[in-house]
């Protein structure tokens, strides 16, 4: 292959039969066949990406656009990159060229520093446009090679997002109506609309792009002079991307839009829910909030991603003796069970994982929900109203009188809720809620300060599960490792548990983000009362003792049950120990 070259198929399968990439039946089969004319303009390496050939250098693997890219930049002498959207300033890359050029040329800038522009080409040995972009940048070059595929991609997100960015603002300085710092500015302002449709552009872009990288969380933040944007993904938040300060308050306002709030109404907290539907057709619910800072309206939007309802046990992490022991607390036909951890932790997603894997047509599953998170058709789901005097209490006794067998209440909060929870288990019902404590013995000590007499909990209470979210190793680049005893020590004293022969410890590649680490799942502290347990429960009971007897019992720690999923090469100390409270400090 020579300099200024343009890749074109026949140059491009020849060289992967030499290579012993490709046979050579394979590569006339491509040659001769008849191309519609949206195959003829594609990249080679898309092309054959996309007729499924086999690798003949990788036994059982496929030529496909990542193999392919790979072996272009073997060729080329030039490094691979994958271009991950998250890691690229988006508004400096798309400053340095238009995107006439970037289109004509097949090149898109991913990184700009103060000495060098980083661009990925699809044609790496054709050069003709570096001088001029080396002039106009006034920046040396360094070419890198990029799946030709995601090139074209993030080309067209990147340059459709900052050319609505710039449509928004109009060149306009950033809004100051609710900026602290800039009360005096009031008449100034030259915010664009909320249904301006480069705004609408905007937020459909970031639902999508928050959608396509399993973020859990999105955060619009108002800062001096702009707006930042932060995705939460695995439990971990991550900077995206910046707008100009009135750009980011036209955003927040068309999100409060559509979620039904008063746009006007910038001084107090809202809340608010948006229900969206996907590409492929799945619809997903947002829970939104907003709060009043110095600078302006952050908005915090919660996504609710229905396929949480169809996990698995399995798939939560709840597996072995942990499961045995909690099906046995949902199979009980009165009393109360009790999650508990911080928020976040997932204990909405286990309870709505557990009532509708126990709901059944021969069952009337109720709830009292302050919002309701997630739509479920098999639930019969009621929302607190503060206003109107329907809070969990008044929600719980409303409930007994609608014939319930299993009712859910979002949270036990005050003693009010405890009692007629209490009183819903008293009269047979199953009632599953949740509470905030370190970990599980510390809830009967917390219903005891809540003020529930100690008989009362030893007559309803059928158990508690404490729980924890770890990140999970991700299964297509995690190596084997070794474990210090030391370090397993600091995890799992007081108790000896023998230290694992190997563990597994995250590497990073395209599939995790290079973070090592893909998806979440569960550390579950599950105690079940028993009638020794239950003896214990007094209006001045030792949660010491309590924890000490539940342990003879079987109860595993949030600590024991993250060595055991470390043991089992699911996820790392580091982790486990960045969640899971000490027991020392549990005490």
């Not at 988006?90 to 340095?96: F, L, M, N, P």
């Not at 792009?209 to 995705?231: K, N």
């Not at 206003?387 to 299993?406: E, T, V, Y």
């Not at 990073?508 to 214990?536: F, H, P």
Request: charged share 25%; proline share 4%; hydrophobic share 40%.
């Amino acid at each position: 292959m020579a300099l200024d070259l343009v890749l074109d198929l026949r140059g491009v399968l020849m060289d992967l039969v030499a290579d012993g990439r490709l046979l050579q039946e394979d590569a006339n089969v491509l040659l001769g066949a008849s191309r519609t004319r949206e195959q003829a303009i594609m990249h080679p390496i898309v092309y054959i990406a996309s007729q499924n050939l086999d690798d003949h250098k990788r036994p059982g693997k496929m030529l496909d656009g990542d193999a392919l890219t790979e072996w272009l930049a073997e060729k080329s002498k030039h490094p691979l990159v994958h271009i991950d959207p998250m890691k690229i300033n988006t508004a400096k890359v798309t400053e340095i060229m238009g995107y006439a050029f970037a289109k004509r040329h097949g090149i898109l800038c991913v990184e700009v520093t103060q000495d060098e522009v980083v661009v990925a080409c699809t044609q790496p040995f054709v050069s003709g446009w570096e001088p001029q972009l080396e002039h106009v940048a006034r920046r040396r070059v360094r070419r890198v090679i990029a799946n030709p595929a995601d090139i074209e991609r993030y080309m067209v997100e990147f340059y459709t997002l900052a050319r609505s960015v710039t449509g928004a603002s109009g060149g306009a300085s950033a809004s100051a109506i609710t900026n602290f710092e800039q009360l005096v500015e009031l008449g100034k302002s030259t915010d664009p609309d909320a249904n301006d449709q480069h705004i609408v552009k905007i937020v459909d872009w970031l639902l999508q792009y928050a959608y396509d990288q399993r973020a859990s969380d999105i955060h619009i933040e108002p800062r001096r002079e702009v707006g930042r944007i932060r995705f939460r993904i695995d439990g971990v938040l991550h900077y995206v991307y910046e707008l100009p300060a009135n750009v980011a308050t036209a955003v927040t306002s068309r999100f409060k839009v559509l979620g039904r709030m008063d746009i006007s109404e910038r001084r107090k907290p809202q809340d608010g829910r948006i229900k969206t539907r996907r590409s492929d057709g799945s619809e997903i619910e947002l829970r939104m909030s907003t709060l009043p800072t110095a600078f302006g309206e952050k908005l915090v939007m919660r996504i609710f991603d229905p396929e949480v309802l169809l996990r698995s046990f399995t798939d939560l992490g709840l597996v072995g003796e942990d499961y045995t022991r909690w099906r046995t607390m949902l199979d009980r036909p009165n009393g109360i069970v009790l999650v508990t951890g911080p928020t976040g932790s997932g204990k909405t997603t286990t309870l709505y994982s557990s009532l509708r894997q126990i709901s059944t047509a021969e069952v009337n599953v109720s709830t009292i929900e302050d919002p309701i998170e997630m739509v479920e058709e098999s639930f019969n789901q009621t929302q607190v109203h503060h206003k109107i005097g329907l809070d969990f209490a008044a929600g719980i006794r409303s409930l007994m009188r609608q014939d319930p067998d299993i009712i859910m209440v979002g949270e036990i909060r005050d003693l009010e809720t405890a009692q007629m929870a209490v009183q819903a288990a008293l009269t047979g019902h199953l009632v599953l809620s949740t509470v905030h404590t370190n970990d599980a013995p510390s809830t009967v000590a917390r219903m005891l300060d809540l003020g529930i007499p100690s008989y009362l909990i030893n007559a309803t209470l059928l158990g508690v599960m404490a729980q924890r979210l770890v990140r999970t190793l991700c299964p297509h680049c995690k190596e084997e490792g070794q474990i210090s005893s030391d370090d397993w020590q600091q995890l799992v004293a007081p108790w000896k548990v023998n230290v694992p022969a190997k563990i597994c410890r995250p590497v990073g590649c395209l599939e995790c983000r290079n973070t090592g680490y893909l998806g979440r799942q569960g550390l579950y502290e599950i105690l079940v009362l028993s009638e020794t347990l239950k003896e214990k429960i007094t209006s001045d009971c030792n949660i010491i003792d309590m924890r000490r007897q539940a342990m003879k019992e079987g109860m595993r720690t949030l600590r024991l049950s993250g060595a055991q999923k470390i043991a089992a090469g699911l996820t790392t100390l580091e982790e486990v120990l960045r969640v899971a409270p000490p027991a020392e400090k549990a005490n």
